[in-house]
């Protein structure tokens, strides 16, 4: 069946522009992660939709940044006035529910680049 | 302050010799370790993972081995090959909450 898939695949932005990147999880999916992963480094958590509840957005590195989960389904995470450091792969992934969070399925990422 | 430390940050081996990636964490609440495997333009796909009642787990090649008292988990590739080729994530988390991840360790088995 179908992955999580993301779009765009690549981004470039010049600094102070607002980007929005687009995660489409597994259907039937209720839970919802947002990472960025920085070259050389591993994966930093954003941000975690589970269902109707509110999401956990304790990982947003500043205000700049916020996501919104739509019917439960596709989610778009805001960048605002983007900055060269927001500079990064930026991944989502989707879980059955909570309980199975564990397994979850990375889509292939959007690579955003800010010039 | 970085919750999980992986090394080595990248590894080569020879074709049909043991890889091994150590993880030290210092939480220990963390009660799920798992470890991903990505390859380049793709996202992280899990790999193995283990609870901390035991002390090893082995699937195929792959077999994680865990020590609660020393907080470390490591990662055994046996009979590694060319097509291991990626980079390994080790993770942890505390009731299926957030996860925090190692900055992955590049390996390169060489034919």
């Known amino acids: 069946g179908a992955g999580v898939s993301q779009s765009p695949s690549n981004k470039v932005t010049e600094k102070g522009k607002d980007v929005e990147l687009r995660c489409d999880p597994i259907s039937g999916h209720t839970a919802l992660y947002w990472y960025r992963q920085s070259l050389g480094q591993g994966l930093e958590f954003l941000i975690y939709?589970?269902?109707?509840?509110?999401?956990?957005k304790s990982g947003l590195p500043s205000d700049r940044f916020s996501a919104e989960r739509t019917g439960g389904s596709v989610s778009t995470l805001t960048i605002q006035r983007t900055q060269q450091e927001d500079s990064a792969v930026y991944l989502c992934?989707?879980?059955?529910?909570?309980?199975?969070?564990?397994?979850?399925?990375f889509g292939p990422g959007t690579r955003l680049t800010v010039t | 302050q970085q919750q999980v430390k992986q090394s080595p940050q990248s590894l080569i081996v020879q074709k049909g010799g043991i890889s091994i990636i150590n993880c030290a964490y210092e939480?220990?609440?963390?009660?799920?370790f798992p470890w991903y495997q990505q390859f380049p333009g793709k996202g992280p796909a899990l790999l193995i993972a283990?609870?901390?009642?035991?002390s090893e787990k082995k699937e195929g090649r792959f077999t994680i081995s865990f020590n609660k008292s020393a907080k470390q988990f490591s990662l055994h590739i046996m009979d590694s090959q060319p097509g291991d080729s990626a980079t390994y994530f080790c993770a942890a988390s505390n009731s299926f909450n957030k996860f925090y991840f190692g900055s992955g360790t590049k390996l390169n088995v060489k034919p």
């Open positions: 939709f589970q269902g109707n509840s509110a999401p956990d």
């Open positions: 992934a989707s879980a059955r529910d909570k309980r199975e969070v564990h397994e979850q399925y």
């Open positions: 283990i609870r901390p009642d035991v």
């Open positions: 939480n220990t609440a963390f009660d799920y």
